[in-house]
Structure formats: structure tokens, C-alpha cells
């Protein structure tokens, strides 16, 4: 069971370029999420998906965009890239909510973005 | 603005002392999640506390949620090496909302 799944794990990319980071997740999770985290900031919301062909924006947006073509797919494309967009990208799912019950997050092991 | 705070930033300790970390906000949470992260990973959910005053244990770690479910704090007994991590506390309005992290309290235990 491999849970959630990042590539790549390091990237160092020119101010201008563009790239997708790619997540993958294989336990039917509807929801998914990307959040980059900096220090001493936390996380922040990107963006999410409740399924497929459904996204939103988060706190973050600005920069980035998504697409959610299949359950398992969650690829966060960013375009023009700049130094701001240095950071740690986590790609998370989690399956329908209860609050009854121990709900949380699986997370990936995480994108390690340099913007120079 | 951060809506969940988390005390002390920073802390180091000698491995067997105990120790308390807080997460704090002015807002009311329907349930609250802490998370442990280690360097190079991302973060791993440890316990989600949704009940006012409910208090959890995991090993040498417990946890308790506020009377008012504003706040939250995580006590570790007899710390180890291995406890060595980012500790997050995250939280959710409602069943509904999407969850918010706080700052996270960087823990380093010292052989």
C-alpha cells in the first residue's frame, strides 16, 4: 500500500520555467490537497479536490494551477515560476469526513522546490 | 493572520524529561489533529481530538482537547531520541470546513 505519492522529490528550477509536480494516491480518497510549507509558517492551502474534475482554491492560489482528472491523480502545474514559489510542496488525501471518528490527512513525502 | 498558535517554537530537551507543548486559538474548533513531522517526510497524523476536555493517550504521549475547544496540548512522558520531530496542530470549524495547520513546535531530544 503505498498511500500518497510525490515526484519528483527535488526539483531546482529558473526563474520563468514551468513544471508539474506530480501526486498520486491509491486508497480512493476523494479529497486531495496541495499545501506548501515554509518555515515557521506551517502549511498553507494551495488548492483542493473533493473528486474528480472538481478543484477550488485555497489560501495560496496565486501561481499555481490544478487539474483532477481521475480519483487517484492531483497534479499541481506551476507556471512562470518565481523565487516566492520556493518552498516545500506536500500533496495530502483524506477520504469522506466524520467527526465521530479519527479522520485525518495522509500526506506525501514532499517536494523540495529551489526557484534561483 | 494565524488562527492556531502553537508554544513554545522551539524546544530542546534531555532525553527522560517530560514535557508540554500548546496549540491555542481564539476561535472555536469542531476537532483538533496533531501531527508529527520528521525531517524530509511529510507530516504523520498522530491523534484528532473532538470532544470538549477529551483527553487521549498514545504511549507516552496524551493529549487533551479544551473544556471550550479553543485549545488543545500534548504532554510527552519520558521523551526519547526518536520523539524528535515538527509537531503540528491542525484544526476544523466544522466537519465541513477544510482543515487549517498552526506553526508547528520543533522538538529536539538530546541523547
Known amino acids: 500500500n503505498a498511500g500518497v505519492t510525490q515526484t519528483p522529490k527535488f526539483r531546482i528550477l529558473k526563474i520563468g520555467q514551468s513544471m508539474t509536480l506530480q501526486c498520486t494516491q491509491d486508497m480512493n480518497h476523494n479529497y486531495m490537497y496541495w499545501y506548501r510549507q515554509d518555515p515557521g509558517m506551517g502549511l498553507k492551502l494551495i488548492y483542493y479536490?473533493?473528486?474528480?474534475?472538481?478543484?477550488d482554491k485555497g489560501e495560496v492560489p496565486n501561481g499555481y494551477n490544478v487539474s483532477r482528472s481521475t480519483t487517484e491523480d492531483f497534479p499541481l502545474r506551476l507556471e512562470l515560476a518565481a523565487p516566492s514559489q520556493t518552498s516545500v510542496y506536500f500533496c495530502?488525501?483524506?477520504?469522506?469526513?466524520?467527526?465521530?471518528?479519527?479522520?485525518?490527512?495522509?500526506f506525501g513525502s514532499g517536494t523540495r522546490l529551489t526557484v534561483v | 493572520t494565524q488562527l492556531l498558535e502553537q508554544s513554545p517554537q522551539f524546544l530542546s530537551i534531555q532525553e527522560g524529561e517530560n514535557l508540554t507543548v500548546y496549540c491555542n486559538s481564539s476561535?472555536?474548533?469542531?476537532?483538533l489533529q496533531w501531527y508529527r513531522q520528521e525531517p524530509g517526510e511529510g507530516p504523520v497524523l498522530l491523534v484528532t481530538?473532538?470532544?470538549?476536555?477529551e483527553v487521549k493517550k498514545l504511549k507516552r504521549l496524551t493529549f487533551q482537547f479544551g473544556d471550550a475547544r479553543k485549545d488543545s496540548s500534548l504532554h510527552i512522558t519520558a521523551a526519547q531520541p526518536g520523539d524528535t520531530g515538527l509537531y503540528l496542530c491542525?484544526?476544523?470549524?466544522?466537519?465541513?470546513?477544510?482543515?487549517?495547520f498552526g506553526p508547528g513546535t520543533s522538538l529536539s531530544v538530546i541523547p
Open positions: 476561535s472555536v474548533f469542531s476537532s
Open positions: 495530502a488525501s483524506s477520504s469522506l469526513r466524520d467527526r465521530r471518528t479519527n479522520y485525518g490527512y495522509t
Open positions: 481530538v473532538v470532544t470538549g476536555g
Open positions: 491542525a484544526g476544523a470549524k466544522t466537519s465541513y470546513d477544510k482543515v487549517i
Open positions: 479536490s473533493v473528486g474528480a474534475g472538481i478543484t
